[in-house]
């Protein structure tokens, strides 16, 4: 496990290295919810536009399947874990890039990868038949988890334990969805 940790704490030295004004605005504004907007508005366009009424039932199980990631990292595993985050680790201190304040003590397991992992792949499953480019959704956990690295939040480690809570997360709801027979029909 110290192994483990040791190489962690590398790559979050590695990836949080890579810093200049631009990017310290630009990952600011990338880890904000609001930010996303946009993205959010298109997604449920879609579903719309696919599913028709039936949508309601995908947006339903993508506030489920959030609701589910983001609370298992902040309300269980950051307490019980207690891992610091790395803006408050004594011994990084002075050695690490923080652009901006710090949040919360504990950063075992992101909440941001979990989150969005999990709604893009829920969101994924449900509109890539009709919308092939939605792939492209993959993006937004991609710049979301990378800006709590730059932002000195998470350890990659963090990320990657956020994604699996994510992907599990979003698995279970769509296999729940599809075993109680919510089977949103395209329209056609």
């Known amino acids: 496990m110290e192994y483990i940790l040791a190489l962690d704490r590398e790559l979050f030295l590695l990836l949080n290295g890579f810093h200049a004004p631009f990017w310290d605005d630009f990952f600011y504004q990338v880890t904000k919810t609001l930010t996303w907007l946009p993205l959010y508005a298109i997604v449920i366009w879609l579903m719309i536009r696919q599913y ?13 399947t959030v609701t589910l990631a983001d609370q298992f990292t902040s309300s269980f595993m950051k307490p019980y874990f207690e891992r610091l985050r790395p803006c408050w680790e004594p011994g990084l201190e002075g050695i690490i890039y923080v652009p901006r304040g710090c949040g919360g003590r504990y950063g075992f397991a992101s909440s ?4 969005t992992l999990g709604a893009a792949l829920f969101c994924w499953y449900w509109l890539r038949k009709k919308s092939p480019w939605i792939s492209l959704i993959f993006i937004w956990p991609i ?6 690295i730059y932002l000195a939040a998470h350890y990659p480690g963090d990320v990657l ?3 699996v809570v994510g992907g599990l997360a979003a698995g279970g709801l769509v296999w729940v969805m599809i075993i109680i027979g919510i089977k949103a029909e395209h329209r056609d």
């Open 52 to 64: 028709g009424w039936q949508a309601i039932y995908l947006m339903i199980g993508l506030a489920i």
């Open 112 to 115: 941001h990868a979990a989150d």
């Open 143 to 148: 710049l979301s988890s990378y800006s709590r």
């Open 161 to 163: 334990v956020g994604w």
